[in-house]
């Protein structure tokens, strides 16, 4: 049945794409793409309609309905909202109803071997994006010979690419330079690396009575310095975020500086960093909904930034690193060391960050290991008092939005 539906919307994505022919901006990565398919959407408005991939659709099912229509949720019941979708894009094939998107944002997922080609046999991008893949990728315990794997899938959907494309890099990624030998097609970079092309300058965050309101950096581009600034924002991530959709705007002929208004209405997405009111006058991170190396350094090193309040990191299992686990964990426990100030840790494996920070010189009292998040959640209530920034990340799994449902002030 699913295998059944699975080539039958493909088929129909397949038709639209080349019925209506839009400009197509694929985004992957192991950190950050959401984000930045966010942020690229935001920019593009001038240049016609624009949709991009709803929610996680970001697979063999879920690109096809990315590129069908506007189908944010699979609905109940299941069997009539697939048949909604079928009639709906045979029809919009053969007398469109309503006009089609002049382009479209999508993610192109890559949980293992072999699902970018299938996804390229769907829709080719004409600006390919690889946001970060970093030292140690997400789902790598998936690939059979590890990073490797992991870093030839990544840059097939650069690798597709013809001269006349263009792929947007991130240029402070360890792979950077190999990337690059992977495509024909002509490279812009972004990043805080002095030579890449959009360079992310003086990132801060915004202050308001001691507390955090977002974030505020500087692009530099060609001749130009344009600010940014990013309300409710915590990490870094979203300065790269902003710095990858002004590359692609710039290449679809959008001015920088116009592109740099429309990111301003740009907001995080839910568990993705994004700060929210906690009780007791606290802050909370909420990066909730997912973790991986990369993004966990990069959270970390952030929250390091934060020197004048209490830092608290409620620290989840990072899944799907195979032979890699201990050894990111364990990197993770050296950063915490240095970025926090009180760490909890959940999860079987969660408990090797709380190990390596202790052996780094976090104080053993302010260390504290469980199982679950359920009882994270009431030791962060314990311990957290008026004044505290509180990062919470874990891999999806592990459930911490739980813990920034049970904190968070019933006002936010």
Not at 139 to 164: C, M, Q, W
Not at 203 to 225: C, P
Not at 308 to 317: H, P, S
């Amino acid at each position: 049945m699913v295998k059944t539906l699975t080539k039958i919307l493909k088929i129909l994505a397949r038709l639209t794409v080349k019925r209506y022919k839009p400009f197509i901006i694929g985004v992957t990565g192991s950190a950050g793409k959401t984000s930045a398919k966010e942020a690229i959407f935001a920019s593009l408005s001038p240049k016609g309609k624009v949709r991009r991939t709803s929610a996680n659709f970001n697979n063999e099912l879920g690109l096809p309905l990315s590129i069908l229509g506007d189908w944010s949720a699979i609905q109940k019941p299941v069997w009539f909202f697939w048949l909604r979708v079928i009639i709906s894009a045979a029809v919009q094939l053969i007398v469109p109803l309503k006009p089609y998107s002049d382009i479209l944002v999508l993610e192109y997922g890559a949980d293992r071997a072999g699902d970018i080609q299938k996804l390229l046999a769907i829709a080719k991008p004409d600006i390919g994006v690889i946001t970060a893949i970093g030292n140690i990728p997400v789902h790598v315990e998936n690939y059979p010979n590890g990073i490797e794997d992991v870093f030839r899938e990544k840059a097939k959907l650069i690798s597709a690419l013809t001269a006349a494309k263009t792929a947007v890099l991130n240029a402070d990624d360890p792979l950077y330079e190999r990337l690059k030998e992977r495509t024909r097609a002509k490279v812009v970079s972004y990043g805080f690396n002095e030579k890449a092309d959009m360079r992310i300058l003086h990132f801060t965050h915004v202050l308001k009575e001691m507390r955090v309101e977002g974030v505020a950096f500087k692009i530099q581009y060609k001749n130009s310095t344009i600010p940014i600034s990013i309300p409710t924002a915590f990490s870094v991530s979203h300065a790269y975020a902003a710095a990858c959709a002004l590359a692609v705007a710039a290449e679809r002929d959008i001015n920088p500086i116009d592109a740099s208004a429309l990111i301003h209405t740009y907001r995080p997405v839910h568990g993705r960093s994004v700060l929210i009111q906690g009780i007791k006058h606290t802050q909370l991170v909420d990066e909730s909904y997912n973790s991986s190396p990369l993004a966990l350094e990069t959270a970390l090193k952030t929250l390091k930034m934060i020197t004048f309040k209490r830092r608290i990191a409620v620290l989840g299992d990072m899944l799907e690193l195979g032979e890699y686990t201990l050894k990111a964990h364990e990197k993770a426990g050296e950063e915490a060391a240095e970025s926090v100030d009180v760490l909890i840790t959940v999860g079987t494996r969660a408990k090797f960050i709380a190990y390596k920070a202790r052996e780094k010189g976090l104080a053993q009292e302010q260390v504290h290991i469980f199982e679950t998040a359920q009882e994270a959640g009431r030791k962060l209530q314990e311990v957290m008092r008026e004044g505290d920034i509180i990062l919470i990340k874990g891999s999806h799994s592990i459930g911490l939005e739980k813990v920034v449902e049970e904190v968070r002030s019933l006002s936010s």
